[in-house]
């Protein structure tokens, strides 16, 4: 996932939000280089779709906001394939050793 670089948004350290670091590179302007998962001027944009959304589109479905989490949704002529037992269009379930969610792809019903 890419660190994000947003323009002359800071000063100090402090000025960036959610651990993101004030940066000035000799002759231009300084910029707050923000984690993975946030963005904007001075990283105040919550961005949890960042690291799924690949993710999702391999798989057939789309990257969305739920409850300020991030899911995978199947298109609506799709679900997810019948052994995995979860809930049509969504990514929940079982989980590998390292707490990720286990993909299935979408099918068509």
């Known amino acids: 996932m890419p660190i994000t670089k947003q323009p002359a948004s800071?000063?100090?350290?402090?000025?960036?939000?959610?651990?993101?670091?004030?940066?000035?590179?000799?002759?231009?302007?300084?910029?707050?280089?923000?984690?993975?998962?946030?963005?904007?001027?001075?990283?105040?944009?919550y961005l949890p779709c960042a690291s799924l959304d690949q993710s999702c589109r391999a798989k057939g479905a789309v990257c969305k906001v739920v409850e300020m989490e991030a899911v995978c949704e199947c298109p609506p002529d799709k679900a997810f394939h019948h052994k995995s037992k979860d809930a049509k269009g969504r990514t929940t379930g079982p989980k590998t050793p390292g707490g990720k969610l286990q993909w299935n792809e979408c099918v068509y019903e």
């Open 10 to 45: 800071c000063t100090k350290h402090g000025d960036c939000l959610n651990e993101g670091i004030c940066k000035r590179i000799e002759g231009h302007e300084s910029f707050c280089e923000c984690l993975p998962h946030f963005g904007g001027t001075i990283c105040e944009v």
